[in-house]
């Protein structure tokens, strides 16, 4: 156990009960729990061996004389997920208490009666730290223990079976449990081997079922959101939620702030995991105040002090599932920018990398004043795709096609005062616009591309080149950010029967009321597939002129649709 | 204008070569760059709705807040309280429907000058200018010899990209020479971005050696935009920079400034086999016949 459990647990006046302590009151087979060290190994290599799902029956004679009794000594391996939520909402996460009424991310090993006199013996291997099974709420019969940590421990099971609970402390630990009958005399009858693993930290990727969307709502001086807000109602209903922004002093930029994540276990559970940004402006507090609770914990990984924007979630995305080189990705690949030591805080890049099912990959961001993956990258569902999905990437050249295609005189009614581009003609007659875009894609976005299909295993036909022109920023280095609205900067949400895109409408034309003219939408709808719905939603003042878009100004959890035991476990 | 301010433009009027004049832009080409000019410069309606800049700003500002106070004064209010807000880069800015008025100028100006606010909230002011599409040129040319806060005098060196000439330009001559390589580097950005900024050649050359390897490679690229021919010299000797980056942008700048002398550059094979990929193919585009 983590000191600072110990200290809570003491703190608190509660204690475990360990069956080292406590006196076996069931035929008098409980032994001391011996901490440290041991190899999990049974101790007698001549016992009956089973393990996992095999099935393995022994006749166990019991000394007492009542002839002999057929015990079924077969155990399902243990796929559990992390306790550190807070069930009982009494503030403190449930890993440092004792097992409660209500407590459900558990896992339960049934144990079968034993003839009188037999006993149970239990040796743990592996991650002890972060480990526990419980032969009753309050008594803990191997691992992580008030301070200690218990290898074996011996008890005898109920008249009519008990049950073993087993708990982990943390993502992705691995351990195995050797379970051997003991009979009167206490000689091995037999032996089974369970393997004991706590889900890794998955993070969601956009095939996945909508379960719900939030978007802060503002109304102030540089600008509203109401019409936004309005379309996400419109189309999700119920499953959407506007954030009162005042009570977050207008911080829009819930993306940012926070990263939904889940894990399973095999046992039905579920223990959602809300990563909270070192980022740590207005919104930080949302995620305790709203999400937080039975079956959600909100986590951080960094050093606030050392913030920097690329800890900022826009920049953590996640791709669908991939085959890369023959090795199946089935819960995508996760991708964030870095470079050298620039970048994601190396304390979350690390626990990242250590989940080991999505296997991280770091992008070159630092061309971005924002600097993060959602500026240039997204991927949409598409069931028609050899993949079932689209890769969409910004693209320079599709953009300079787009104007060349349209008149050159056409007003730019949002693009004068904003951009300094009030008509198609003054983009166009920007060398110095050309020549920064044309660079970007030469320098940036090619490699970013080529990098994309070697690590998510693309080919041409997955990749949807979505028209995007960038400027320098004001004060920001050189950084660029998106001068067309970045429509690759959406949201997608899918509902059981059909999928909204929510999509930065790029006002690029003349009449703002007139989305049907807008060269760029026409653009972007002949690339999306027809089976998605996409809503052009006005994000100009309240996004846009502040650096984001869409995607950066809404988050959404989503519901887990594969068993990463099942599909997984070949790459832990 | 103040006489300390004059007495800064006088002395880096020496820097500023006015088209037409001996020893402008260079090789006597018209600059074929940005789209962003002064007032009337080119066909675009909005552009061409532009007044005049006003030289003596200081009185106009002060008419036009004595104006608005009588006209508009709850919008007066308004523009004087708005508050910054935090960009997604974390720094903040002040946008939207409100500063979209060329009104919004003036009082922008008179909150700048009066309002005793934050070096950060008066750097979101003068950034938010340019926004208004109203007449903040001289004020910011002028200002950016006196302010004393480097974030400030970066954003002011910014939003000279979008001023009217000539005040840009006497703006920019001074920025190029400020002690902070930011403020440097942002001049020399803004000056690659105007189509007149060629008018500052020599000092966008000068730039290419500055102490501050930022500033040197935004140096390289604003030469390549304003096509430089006179530079070529320079950016070749660019090339040996153990800065990746400069080397990229100065080969870069070479094939926009002087696109033969690119192709048949002797050190293009040594670039092919740059450590940096960026470089390497860039030259190797460049090597194709």
Known sequence: ???????????????????????????????????????????????????????????????????????????????????????????????????????????????????????????????????????????????????????????????????????????????????????????????????????????????????????????????????????????????FTAVPGPQYDGDVWIQDEFQFAFATGSQGQRADTVIDSIRDRELDPWAEQAIEGPGTNVRTWGVPNQATTWDSFGNLENSPPVTVDGVEYPFGRVYYGRQGTLGMHSQLATKLQEQGVQAPIEMDTMWLCVGHVDEFSTFV?????????????????????????????????????????????????????????????????????????????????????????????????????????????LIVAPLETETHLFIADPYFRTDLDDQSSDPFIAAFN??????????????????????????????????????????????? | MTKASTSILFLVAGLIAVPGCAGGVDDGEAPRSAAIVGAGADDDPAAAAAPAAVRDWRPWVAAELDRLRVERAAYVDEVM???????????????????????????????????????????????????????????VAELITTETDERVRELLSSALARAQAPFALEGLAVGLTDASPRVRAEAVRSLGRRTDGASLATGLVTALGDGDVVVQQEAARALGNLEVRSAADALVGALASPDADLRRHSLRALSRVDPERARTL???????????????????ELARP
């Open chain 1, 1 to 239: 156990m983590a000191k600072r459990g110990v200290r809570w647990l003491l703190a608190m006046g509660v204690g475990f009960a360990t069956g080292a302590c406590k006196d076996d009151d069931g035929g008098g087979a409980a032994e001391a729990g011996t901490t440290g060290g041991g190899d999990g190994s049974s101790g007698d290599p001549s016992v009956a061996e089973s393990s996992g799902d095999s099935l393995a029956t022994a006749d166990g004679e019991s000394s007492t004389g009542d002839g002999p009794t057929e015990v079924e000594w077969v155990f399902e391996d243990v796929y559990g997920v992390i306790n550190v939520d807070d069930d009982d909402e009494n503030g403190s996460a449930d890993w440092l208490q004792v097992i409660f009424d209500g407590e459900d991310d558990h896992s339960v090993i049934p144990l079968p009666a034993l003839p009188p006199g037999h006993s149970a013996r239990l040796e743990l291997a592996g991650d002890l730290e972060h480990i526990r099974i419980w032969r009753g709420p309050t008594s803990i019969s191997v691992g992580a223990g008030d301070g200690e940590f218990f290898e074996t421990d011996e008890f005898t099971p109920e008249s009519d079976g008990s049950e073993l609970w087993v708990e982990f402390g943390a993502d992705n630990v691995a351990g195995s449990l050797i379970l051997t009958h003991l009979d009167a005399d206490g000689t091995a009858v037999e032996s089974a081997e369970i393997v004991l693993r706590s889900s890794p930290l998955i993070l969601n990727h956009h095939l996945q079922p909508t379960e719900h969307v939030w978007v802060v709502e503002v109304n102030a001086g540089y600008g509203s959101n109401a019409d936004m807000i309005a379309d996400y109602a419109d189309a999700l209903g119920n499953l």
């Open chain 1, 381 to 489: 569902p598409d069931p028609s795709a050899p993949k079932g999905f689209r890769f969409v990437i910004s693209d320079v050249p599709a953009a300079w096609a787009v104007l060349e295609d349209v008149s050159s005189s056409t007003a730019l009614t949002r693009y004068g005062a904003d951009h300094g581009y009030p008509t198609v003609r003054s983009l166009l007659e920007d060398t110095a616009l050309r020549n920064l875009n044309d660079d970007l894609q030469a320098d940036e976005l090619d490699p970013i591309l080529a990098q994309a299909i070697a690590e998510f295993g693309l080919e041409e036909a997955d990749i949807i080149r979505l028209p995007s022109l960038f400027e320098s920023v004001s004060g920001c280095g050189g950084g660029v950010a998106s001068l067309v609205p970045g429509m690759v900067n």
């Open chain 1, 526 to 572: 002949d690339l999306l597939p027809d089976t998605l719905i996409p809503h052009y939603v006005d994000d100009w003042d309240v996004y846009h002129l502040a650096m984001g878009e869409v995607h950066c100004g809404t988050n959404m959890t989503q519901t887990p649709t594969e068993n990463w035991w099942e599909v997984g476990l070949h790459l832990l």
């Open chain 2, 81 to 139: 309280n708005l508050p910054v807000r935090a960009t997604r880069a974390g720094f903040p800015r002040i946008t939207g429907p409100i500063v979209r008025d060329r009104d919004a100028a003036p009082i922008l100006i008179h909150r700048l000058l009066t309002a005793g606010e934050s070096a950060e909230v008066r750097a979101a002011i003068v950034d938010a200018l340019p926004r208004t599409e109203g007449d903040f040129s001289a004020a």
């Open chain 2, 266 to 284: 002797p050190q293009l094979q040594t670039l092919r086999s740059d450590p940096d990929p960026k470089i390497a193919r860039l030259a190797d």
